[in-house]
């Protein structure tokens, strides 16, 4: 197992507060000096599979940046340590909409691909989300959510530091 992070904003930037996993990926880019060695920044926008099989590739932690809903005011932030295994919610049968993958199904898709194509899974799966206000259509997140992207920049680099510093699993 490598010591590789990726960090990856998921979303869609033409719906509103959606497009807040992108633009902290966004902005970190500008702030690439303070990432530690091994940290790579992925705008995976809403594809998806693309995500899915770039992770095979190896990489030790898996940092997504993303809108989450947990009932609090738009803006605040969150920070989910998800773990390595498949998710306990899986899509149901039918269709993949490659269109419209959240974290979950993308993680599902991740632990199928492994088990039918091999590659390596992470040890480590953080979502760093954030309360939407609006999900219509429009290019500009929120007053809240805006607020909100330099400080989901600091708390990835937290992870990143950390997970850095953490001995590789054997």
Wanted: proline share 9%; hydrophobic share 40%; glycine share 16%.
């Amino acid at each position: 197992m490598t010591g590789r992070i990726l960090v990856a904003g998921v979303g869609n930037v033409f719906l509103r507060d959606d497009g807040f996993g992108v633009e902290t990926v966004r902005r970190l880019a500008a702030r690439a000096h303070e990432l530690p060695p091994g940290v790579e920044l992925m705008d995976a926008g809403i594809r998806g599979v693309h995500l899915a099989y770039r992770l095979l590739e190896g990489y030790r932690t898996l940092v997504l940046v993303d809108i989450v809903s947990r009932g609090g005011p738009p803006g605040t932030l969150h920070t989910i340590d998800v773990g390595p295994g498949p998710p306990v919610t899986r899509p149901g049968p039918g269709p993949l909409d490659t269109h419209a993958m959240d974290p979950a199904t993308v993680l599902a898709l991740l632990h199928d691909l492994h088990a039918g194509a091999g590659g390596t899974l992470p040890e480590e799966v953080y979502v760093i989300g954030c309360e939407p206000g609006d999900t219509g259509e429009g290019m500009d997140l929120t007053p809240p959510v805006a607020g909100a992207v330099d400080a989901a920049g600091d708390l990835v680099l937290g992870l990143v530091r950390r997970a850095g510093s953490v001995p590789q699993r054997n």
